[in-house]
């Protein structure tokens, strides 16, 4: 069982950064391939970006590309998302999500197993 929290939403302008943290309570973090998803309001939620468990090797959506980076602390069991150049579309929830099996470019939420919280991003124009 994993727990995953998240933290760093916020508000901010269009044209900003903001920086998301997903800490986890799994002594076995290093196992997970992470990733983080957003949910828009009366939108379903889509993948964003994922990250293998070396951190070795990563993957985005295409509307993120050059904007956002995801990077892992496996010694902090932390994965983090760096967000810049964010936009109003980029306003969501977003979620981190772990999973040990499948593979890391699917951007499938199902096959994701554990999940956080949610944290708020608002993006002004």
């Known amino acids: 069982q994993v727990q995953l929290v998240e933290s760093g939403g916020g508000l901010v302008q269009a044209g900003g950064s903001l920086r998301l943290s997903c800490t986890a309570s799994s002594g076995t973090f290093s196992r997970y391939i992470m990733a983080w998803f957003r949910q828009a309001p009366g939108k379903e939620r889509e993948f964003v970006t994922a990250i293998t468990w070396s951190g070795g090797r990563t993957y985005y959506a295409d509307f993120v590309k050059g904007r956002f980076t995801i990077s892992r602390d496996n010694a902090k069991n932390t994965v983090l998302l760096q967000m810049n150049s964010l936009k109003p579309e980029d306003t969501a929830v977003y979620y981190c999500?772990?999973?040990?099996?499948?593979?890391?470019?699917?951007?499938?939420?199902?096959?994701?197993?554990?999940w956080g919280q949610g944290t708020q991003v608002t993006v002004s124009s």
């Open positions: 999500a772990a999973k040990m099996y499948g593979s890391s470019s699917s951007n499938r939420e199902e096959e994701y197993n554990y």
